[in-house]
């Protein structure tokens, strides 16, 4: 095996690393940069769209701890793209008082814009702990169909 970049002067096994790590980088920069087939991730709750159509997502919350979602990475816009994120309180007894510190949900509405697979992932934070790790997070498989397409 001869590596014309290396000019052969490595051992063979120092030259199927570096094979290895380039076709693994070009994989993976493929993916950041538009490819539509996201990396595997088996915890990931599964959504099907369809192009042109809305979504959601609801994640629990209580904003009156300071934390609330957000995106852990930035989203695939040649398939989703974001549309709101709203917060509701969490649903009170007619005529009842709001109840202090009660929790509610964080709802995440998207749009389908493009045919393909890709994930959406949030972290549960406070936006002004930016060392601190996310106390939870969401994973979220979201395969969007055409179904004009054949």
């Not at 970049?5 to 380039?22: D, E, F, I, N």
């Not at 793209?81 to 009660?102: C, E, F, L, W």
Request: glycine share 8%; proline share 8%.
């Amino acid at each position: 095996m001869r590596c014309t970049p290396c000019r052969g002067a490595y051992p063979q096994a120092v030259m199927k690393m570096h094979h290895l790590l380039t076709l693994t980088l070009v994989g993976l920069a493929g993916w950041a940069f538009g490819e539509t087939t996201p990396p595997a991730a088996p915890d990931a709750k599964p959504i099907d769209a369809i192009v042109g159509k809305e979504f959601t997502i609801s994640l629990d919350a209580n904003r009156t701890t300071g934390y609330g979602w957000q995106l852990a990475k930035p989203l695939v816009e040649t398939v989703v793209k974001s549309v709101a994120n709203t917060y509701q309180q969490a649903a009170q007894a007619a005529g009842a008082t709001p109840r202090v510190g009660a929790g509610g949900k964080e709802v995440w509405t998207f749009k389908a814009v493009g045919q393909g697979s890709t994930l959406i992932e949030f972290k549960y934070v406070r936006p002004w702990e930016k060392d601190t790790p996310p106390v939870k997070t969401a994973i979220y498989r979201v395969v969007v169909k055409n179904p004009e397409a054949k």
